[in-house]
């Protein structure tokens, strides 16, 4: 089946700190990946995707390749900002339906 | 315009009220979607309807009554809920080559 696991959080960083939050995918088929972003008290944003292997997703400085040889969508960032704190969502896309990891949580302090 | 708006941001309602939560997509998007979300969870998929048919019902209970009266158009109807139902209610939408989904701000929703 289809699932997608993310490590565990929370995550707690320095202002331009280097993020990294790992996720893994597990699908039957060919995904998409997507990174989804929730800040608090609102809904869930694309923040970035793939569509095929070797893709790499970019958008506001934070970055994920799709790896199927490790079947991975890491999502990193070069320096984070204190704006950068919400919960980071991965999730793969197969046919009409969403996987979504179980979101880690990040706080960049000042 | 990449906007799903979703109707009311805030619901308290009690365990015999009869409410419903609405949702709207003017992007031609022909799959939509509604979420549950608990704190500090990812999304659980509920319904989703395709050219406003349903096609996936993930085993929700009958008191969570879904329409889809048009195109651009998504309610959720609630009756006789328990507080355990109380959570943040997300709409998505989707379509097209890319078929990315698209959510809405949320209902939150409280279960007295």
């Known amino acids: 089946g289809n699932s997608v696991t993310q490590m565990e959080g929370p995550v707690t960083l320095s202002e331009e700190a280097f993020l990294t939050i790992n996720c893994t995918y597990t699908?039957?088929?060919?995904?998409?990946l997507f990174w989804y972003v929730q800040y608090p008290g609102e809904g869930l944003q694309l923040l970035l995707k793939?569509?095929?292997?070797?893709d790499k997703g970019s958008n506001k400085g934070f970055e994920a390749t799709y790896r199927k040889e490790t079947t991975s969508f890491h999502l990193e960032k070069g320096s984070v900002q204190v704006s950068d704190s919400a919960v980071y969502f991965c999730?793969?896309?197969?046919?009409?339906?969403?996987?979504f990891g179980t979101g880690t949580s990040l706080t960049v302090i000042p | 315009d990449t906007e799903v708006t979703q109707t009311p941001k805030h619901l308290v309602m009690g365990m015999t009220n009869k409410k419903s939560l609405k949702c709207e997509q003017h992007?031609?998007?022909?799959?939509m979607y509604w979420y549950k979300q608990k704190a500090k969870k990812p999304p659980e998929l509920m319904f989703v309807?395709?050219?406003?048919?349903?096609?996936i019902n993930e085993s929700v209970p009958s008191r969570f009554s879904p329409e889809c009266p048009n195109s651009s158009l998504l309610n959720l109807h609630l009756h006789a809920l328990q507080p355990e139902d109380s959570a943040l209610y997300l709409c998505?939408?989707?379509?097209?080559?890319?078929?990315?989904?698209?959510f809405g701000a949320g209902t939150r929703l409280s279960v007295l």
């Open positions: 999730a793969l896309k197969d046919g009409n339906q969403f996987y």
């Open positions: 699908a039957t088929g060919y995904p998409s």
């Open positions: 793939a569509t095929k292997a070797d």
């Open positions: 992007m031609g998007h022909r799959a």
């Open positions: 309807y395709s050219y406003e048919k349903l096609s």
């Open positions: 998505a939408s989707a379509w097209g080559a890319e078929n990315i989904q698209y």
